[in-house]
């Protein structure tokens, strides 16, 4: 009995027999820890404390910390057992286990939660990178670039005072995808003083983004990053394709952009399923008959509010051929997501599953910013409300497709005007932007559990006209979104079961999903 008590804290089994000098010894280490962990709780900033936790270096220190508490433990046990009256027989070699338990067990699952946040920490934090900044202008090009228009008063990218810039970039790289394209660009800026977050995303078939070396990189912007990792030699100093990303849209932008973070698509999957799903309000009706990832065969959702898991999360997130839907609108959806997923952080959800958001966030992020610099800007970032979170998209008339380009489809920038809604986006720090929309508050009414039943089915071919015909044939040009039933015309009809995943119809002419 005296090992069990000195199981459940170290020292109890002595005092238990009387040994209060020994009890108070063995006691007073765990009771100082126990109390230096509940005051950085209860601090103020103890979100930057906590943020401790991404350091490499505390993370392999407080495991050397968690094997000796473990042996001090260990300790406590055997000496109460020693001091204990009675044989070591039968009942205490049980008694002794049980104790073993209640120290070996809690050990050995924070020993492992440990380790894997120690490795999750090393994927992360790639090498800190200072932002690229080319030494000259650069007077020479290829076929993959040209000379940036001598501007009359050109721009002179500089840190914004007080605020913290970082490139938030999604590769869209799903199982079936032997690339890693940079899809999802946000340009997100901190801005400590207001009070305010600004999201600026950037679309991925922009092409003719100057860089700041004087060059203009004339293919679409989402292939730069591997461009860059691809050919180190054409951007002597730069570090890493993200940084030269990084660099280029900051010039496009006419912003300083101190760092980059970069997320990959099954990463995010295991990472909303740790946290438990998010909250997600649906404004407009969704159906892209084509989305084929992750076990879907087709995604719709009509208008509601939904808790979606990690695969619904991402196909919300990432379907672009719904009825009037397009890159642009993909943007502002990518941006509720991220915002869904931090309320539902702040609201407790890393408790649901530690050890698999941590692995989680080990596959799905990995930033050229150091623990320390994101630990001073947590706090501030997580009390932000949804009426402080401004967002844009840059979209017609900032850019416009312009036709018969061999670049296939593109979008042209207007530099002028894209860097006066930057200005407007990103002032400095103490004023709030203009002209952008803030994230609408989401609703109270408790969130769908499921996604629902509903028919998505591709739109009907035209039909040929017969000779003998007086009648027009009319074509479908949006593709269904009805009740479930049987659908009028064959083809792919995915169907949403419960769980959230659709059950498709099969259908041997379906075509190919599109990249």
């Known amino acids: 009995m005296a090992a069990l008590l000195s199981a459940l804290w170290p020292g109890l089994g002595q005092l238990s027999?009387?040994?209060?000098?020994?009890?108070?010894?063995?006691?007073?280490?765990?009771?100082?820890?126990?109390?230096?962990?509940?005051a950085a709780l209860a601090a103020p900033d103890r979100v930057s404390k906590l943020a401790l936790l991404l350091n490499p270096d505390f993370i392999a220190a407080l495991l050397i910390a968690e094997g000796l508490l473990l042996v001090w433990r260990l300790a406590a046990v055997a000496d109460a057992f020693r001091r204990g009256a009675g044989a070591a027989r039968?009942?205490?070699?049980?008694?002794t286990a049980?104790?073993?338990?209640?120290?070996?067990?809690?050990?050995?699952?924070?020993?492992?939660?440990?380790?894997?946040?120690?490795?999750?920490?090393?994927?992360?934090?790639?090498?800190?990178?200072?932002?690229?900044?080319?030494?000259?202008?650069?007077?020479?090009?290829?076929d993959d670039f040209g000379i940036a228009p001598v501007e009359s008063n050109p721009p002179s990218p500089g840190p914004e005072l007080g605020r913290f810039t970082v490139l938030l970039i999604g590769t869209d790289s799903g199982p079936d995808r032997s690339h890693a394209l940079t899809d999802t660009m946000i340009?997100?800026?901190l801005d400590p003083v207001a009070g305010t977050v600004s999201m600026v995303s950037v679309p991925r078939d922009t092409v003719d983004v100057p860089l700041p070396d004087g060059r203009t990189f004339r293919s679409k912007i989402n292939e730069l990053a591997s461009y860059a990792n691809r050919n180190p030699s054409k951007f002597p100093g730069a570090t890493s394709g993200q940084a030269v990303l990084a660099a280029a849209l900051g010039t496009l932008l006419n912003v300083r952009i101190d760092g980059w973070?970069?997320?990959?698509?099954?990463?995010?999957?295991?990472?909303?399923?740790?946290?438990?799903?998010?909250?997600?309000?649906?404004?407009?009706?969704?159906?892209?008959?084509?989305?084929?990832?992750?076990?879907?065969?087709?995604?719709?959702?009509?208008?509601?509010?939904?808790h979606l898991d990690g695969e619904g999360a991402l196909a919300y997130a990432r379907i672009r051929h719904s009825y009037g839907e397009s890159d642009f609108t993909r943007a502002a959806r990518q941006g509720d997501i991220v915002v869904a997923a931090r309320d539902q952080l702040v609201r407790g959800g890393f408790l649901n599953d530690p050890a698999a958001l941590i692995e989680g966030m080990g596959?799905?992020?990995?930033?050229?910013?150091?623990?320390?610099?994101?630990?001073?800007y947590l706090p501030t970032a997580i009390g932000i409300g949804r009426d402080h979170i401004y967002r844009a998209v840059i979209q017609y008339p900032l850019v416009h497709g312009a036709s018969n380009d061999p670049?296939?489809?593109?979008?042209?920038?207007?530099?002028?005007?894209i860097?006066?809604?930057?200005a407007r986006a990103f002032p400095v720090a103490g004023t709030l932007p203009t002209g952008l929309e803030t994230i609408p508050e989401d609703s109270t009414d408790p969130p769908k559990t499921k996604l629902p039943a509903v028919t998505c089915s591709a739109p009907p071919p035209t039909p040929t006209p017969v000779p003998t015909s007086t009648s027009t044939p009319q074509s479908t040009t949006e593709p269904t979104l009805e009740p479930t039933q049987a659908p009028a015309t064959p083809g792919p009809s995915p169907t949403s079961k419960p769980g959230g995943k659709p059950t498709p119809t099969p259908d041997p002419a379906t075509p190919a999903p599109g990249p």
């Open 98 to 142: 049980v104790a073993l338990v209640f120290v070996l067990v809690p050990s050995v699952y924070a020993a492992y939660l440990t380790e894997v946040a120690r490795e999750a920490a090393m994927t992360v934090f790639a090498p800190v990178e200072q932002p690229w900044v080319p030494t000259g202008i650069n007077d020479s090009h290829d």
């Open 419 to 422: 860097r006066d809604l930057a």
């Open 363 to 376: 596959e799905l992020v990995q930033t050229s910013l150091d623990p320390s610099t994101i630990g001073t």
């Open 187 to 189: 340009v997100a800026s």
């Open 17 to 38: 027999e009387g040994a209060r000098r020994a009890g108070w010894l063995l006691a007073a280490p765990p009771l100082l820890l126990l109390f230096l962990v509940a």
């Open 407 to 417: 670049r296939g489809s593109v979008l042209i920038p207007d530099l002028a005007a």
């Open 261 to 306: 973070a970069q997320v990959n698509l099954p990463g995010f999957v295991k990472v909303i399923d740790a946290i438990g799903g998010v909250d997600v309000t649906v404004r407009d009706r969704l159906c892209d008959y084509r989305y084929r990832e992750y076990g879907f065969d087709g995604f719709a959702i009509n208008p509601g509010r939904y």
């Open 90 to 95: 039968e009942r205490g070699a049980a008694l």
